[in-house]
């Protein structure tokens, strides 16, 4: 099992201090949480914190990732991703970083 930080490109400095976050919104479709996973599978990635929930007015799919160590041109790379699958309604992404 890889616990290193993902590297984005030519070993581009990652801090385990940073977090990147991705929120979000979509149709509660049986089969977008797997396309979702799926863009961090493909680069042998897991996510270090997923929380996913249905409800609000319209039963929407509310899905929440974190990934220690990820530099921001890959998650500038797999948020572009996200909103490109079906069903995806918007995608934040944020970084919390610790001292």
């Known amino acids: 099992m890889n616990t290193e930080p993902s590297?984005?490109?030519?070993?581009?400095?990652?801090?385990?201090?940073q977090t990147t976050c991705f929120s979000l919104q979509a149709?509660?479709?049986?089969?977008?949480?797997?396309?979702?996973?799926?863009?961090?599978?493909r680069r042998g990635l897991v996510p270090t914190r997923l929380h996913s929930v249905v409800g609000g007015p319209q039963g929407e799919l509310s899905i929440d990732l974190?990934?220690?160590g990820m530099a921001a041109e890959l998650a500038a790379r797999i948020a572009a991703e996200m909103r490109a699958v079906w069903g995806v309604h918007l995608v934040l992404t944020t970084e919390k970083r610790f001292a």
């Open 7 to 17: 590297r984005a490109v030519a070993d581009q400095p990652v801090s385990r201090d």
């Open 66 to 68: 974190e990934m220690v």
């Open 27 to 41: 149709a509660a479709d049986p089969g977008l949480m797997p396309r979702i996973v799926e863009i961090f599978a």
